[in-house]
């Protein structure tokens, strides 16, 4: 925390309060619980009455927010300390520094007195010509050669008046490129009608082919969508494209605005008197030399952190989507990791995730034995009772699809299902540490098929062994901060599992470690304590755990669940401080917690203001008696699987027209992927996803969703695929007719919204530059 004033903090609750539409005792109080050590989704949870009932959502804003005020509150100390130690700190700056509210209008005011090289301005000011720049700014009508011979000193670097105005000039220059007020005011207007244009790197054409559609290219600032701003910042940082920031569509006519406002700014206007000129030329270079190249990186800066914000949004929600997937439950798993030349990958998990047995198969090219792989499989699934099947989703995932096909039918008793399942970052997890630590006999290959039949289980409990990033649902993840990117994911993981709960006996310690108030350190203590001792029978058990104290199990303990223990309130979320409140409901019932429990009749019945203290409100006596109805229920949806059509398993099977079943794999701000078997996603645009205006996809999809489309377009050599969810909309007429018709007719047949409500979303044809940014966007991003 940082060491700051009451009335400070008290500013601070007062402004995020504003922005997450609150009250600001309610932020206090958050920050409060922060700042003490309790996590968001404890807080969210069992805090209810203190917070005044913030959800999750304004609790993680909040913390975001808090961090970046209390940065700007650091940096307002040290930049008042700086300026008053150059005694240059007058009353007005001070002012003026206290109130600014951002980084940004805190680093304009501190740019003139911020430590630097010497400058062109300061070398002028040591030779005595700052007389000369405040005499011509102050009388135009002064004739500047003739004012300035009288400042030429070859001692001091003054050769002649040349150069005498030269360092005058470079005063005036410095001194309107620092100011605050200046710079504010042209940010703001750069930011309203800048114009990014890009263009190719000579020679660099073929090399940065995939991002032809910017090689010419301008769009406004205030409305390029995230996901191609970042597009052209990736081909800058590969050196593909420049690019330039504009002020307006007409440059020249923009350029020469922002020069009259620095001019007006500065007191200056052309009169035709003798300084007029060279004071309008410094105002010229001025813009140009300081003001346009620092506002173009600063505007730039803002814009990409913006976009990364958004990114960063998307991968989390997409991420959130995958975790909280309808898990299959307590089955029997037969993993599939598909290969070539390097076999198929066999893993046999029973009803509890442990693995069973391995092996390798070779049904498919060079080695073709696809009877002795069915022989193998089955046996397999005989021996363990296999109920599914998973597949992973990666090279020969439709051929050993097709083996599977065959598999149900050579074992028509054991009525297996199969599911093609995503194996995005299973590779990372079969390599790292912790799979070598949970199967250290077992070879690399076969951990991603035991990973794979897990993840079909359980989703959230596989996927947090895996780092987030690495799970591959993100939109341009490689071009975003790394820390930010990795603390956003982290909480997203940490809330998805604390939703969920976690049974502290079948747990892993990867997932115990996403636990509330659990660090990875105590989360291994968890599990060798459980490990020496047998399975926990009580959540009071919990204390016995090195290093697990009462402010870790106060965090912890409404998270974690014990089936079949002492008591029976362990397997809910109701957390143990509040048992006394069900205690004292079972006193009035004269029943058994036993016999209350799942009794919706009566539970609906109870009054909640009967039972609330000091302690307890009405918020939380709800949740419990919520609880209590059905304990431990998993917020999840019920599981089921898509089936791809049979024959369709290459983009070259693909026609126009066919209606197939999928899986959307990603969602981002312009559309959805979805995962049709074929081994390359397809873009359902943001304008078919819905007969409605859909402003946000995932208002309409969701990672995991099952899903049925239509195919649109198929672009082979550039391995895209136009999807529609709209099943009535038609292909786009051939580029010929579109031509044509000059553009203005509705190429994809769409059928226009009735009423007066929104348009529809407007629909380009598949090969446009945004289905190549989200092309880009899945493949590297």
């Known amino acids: ?123 002028a000011r040591e030779a005595g010509l700052e007389p000369l720049a405040d005499g011509l700014l102050g009388d135009p009508s002064l004739a500047p050669e003739e004012l300035a011979a009288g400042f030429v000193d070859a001692d001091k670097g003054v050769a002649d008046t040349k150069a005498a105005l030269d360092g005058a000039r470079a005063i005036l220059m410095e001194r309107w490129g620092e100011d605050a007020a200046l710079v504010g005011e042209l940010r703001s207007w750069l930011n309203d009608v800048g114009v990014i244009r890009a263009r190719a790197a000579e020679g660099k054409e073929a090399e940065g082919a995939k991002y032809r559609d910017y090689f010419d290219h301008a769009e406004s600032l205030a409305k390029i969508p995230s996901h191609r701003l970042l597009a052209l910042f990736r081909a800058r940082r590969e050196e593909i494209l420049f690019l330039d920031l504009e002020p307006g569509a007409d440059a020249d006519a923009g350029h020469l605005q922002a020069t009259g406002r620095v001019a007006h700014h500065a007191g200056i206007r052309d009169a035709a008197r003798p300084a007029d000129k060279w004071l ?45 997937a309808a898990p299959a439950g307590p089955r029997a798993v037969l993993g599939l990791d598909p290969g070539l030349r390097t076999g198929v990958k066999v893993a046999v998990v029973d009803r509890t995730g442990k693995l069973v047995d391995t092996d390798t198969i070779y049904p498919h090219q060079p080695r073709n034995q696809w009877d002795a792989s069915l022989h193998t499989l089955a ?15 990666g090279t020969a995932s439709r051929e050993t699809d097709k083996l599977a096909g065959d598999l149900v039918k050579l074992v028509p008793e054991l009525k297996l299902q199969k599911i093609v399942v995503s194996e995005a970052g299973a590779s990372v997890y079969s390599a790292s540490e912790l799979a070598a630590k949970e199967f250290p006999e077992l070879d690399v290959s076969l951990r991603g098929a035991v990973s794979i039949a897990r993840r079909l289980q359980d989703p959230l409990a596989e996927l947090v062994k895996i780092e987030p990033k690495a799970i591959g649902v993100g939109q341009y993840q490689h071009d975003v901060d790394g820390f930010r990117l990795a603390r956003a994911l982290d909480a ?20 115990l470690s996403r636990v509330s108030g659990l660090s990875s350190t105590v989360a291994e203590n968890i599990v060798v304590y459980r490990d020496a001792n047998g399975a926990f029978k009580s959540r009071k058990e919990l204390l016995k755990v090195p290093r697990l104290g009462d402010k870790t199990f106060e965090q912890c303990a409404g998270f974690l669940r014990i089936a079949d223990g002492d008591q029976p309130l362990d397997a809910s979320s109701v957390h143990p401080e509040a048992y006394p409140v069900v205690e004292r409901i079972v006193r009035d019932c004269g029943r058994e917690v036993k016999q209350l429990i799942g009794d919706a009749g009566f539970l609906r019945g109870v009054r909640p203001e009967q039972y609330t203290d000091d302690r307890f409100g009405v918020p939380t006596i709800r949740d419990i008696l919520k609880e209590l109805e059905k304990p431990g229920r998993d917020p999840r949806p019920e599981f089921k699987a898509a089936r791809f059509a049979d024959g369709v398993e290459e983009i070259k099977d693909l026609k126009v027209g066919m209606v197939l079943e999928g899986v959307v794999s990603n969602v981002a701000a312009f559309g959805a992927f979805v995962d049709i078997g074929v081994h390359q996603d397809g873009l359902v645009h943001i304008s078919a996803l819905a007969d409605r205006y859909v402003k946000d996809p995932r208002e309409v999809v969701k990672a995991g969703d099952v899903v049925k489309v239509k195919v649109l377009e198929v672009d082979i050599p550039r391995k895209r695929i136009a999807l529609t969810c709209r099943l009535d909309d038609t292909a786009p007429a051939p580029r010929g007719e579109r031509d044509r018709d000059g553009g203005r007719g509705n190429p994809r047949g769409n059928p226009r919204p009735q009423g007066g409500g929104p348009r529809a979303n407007s629909a380009p044809p598949a090969n446009n530059a945004l289905a190549a940014a989200f092309a880009k966007a899945k493949s590297g991003g």
């Open 379 to 393: 046996a397999l699934c005989r021996k363990h009772s296999v109920e599914l099947v998973a597949i992973g989703n």
């Open 1 to 123: 925390m940082s060491d700051i004033s009451p009335q400070l903090a008290a500013q601070i609750a007062r402004t995020i309060a504003g922005e997450i539409d609150a009250r600001p005792e309610q932020a206090q109080a958050a920050i409060a619980l922060l700042d003490e050590g309790a996590t968001v989704p404890f807080i969210a949870r069992y805090r209810k009455e203190v917070t005044g009932g913030l959800d999750d959502t304004q609790l993680r804003n909040l913390e975001v927010r808090l961090g970046y005020l209390r940065e700007l509150e650091d940096r307002r100390a040290a930049v008042l300390a700086s300026i008053d130690e150059q005694g240059k700190l007058t009353d007005e700056l001070r002012a003026d520094i206290a109130a600014a509210d951002t980084k940004s209008r805190l680093e304009d005011l501190y740019l003139p007195y911020k430590p630097k090289r010497r400058t062109k301005a300061q070398i």
């Open 280 to 324: 309008m030329d410094g105002c010229r270079l001025a813009w140009k030399a300081k003001l346009h190249l620092h506002l173009m990186l600063d505007l730039f800066g803002q814009a990409r952190e913006k976009a990364e914000a958004e990114a960063i949004a998307v991968f989390g929600d997409n991420l959130k989507d995958l975790l909280l």
């Open 492 to 511: 997203k993981v940490e809330d998805c599992v604390n939703a969920v709960g976690v049974h502290v006996n079948t747990a892993s310690a990867a997932l």
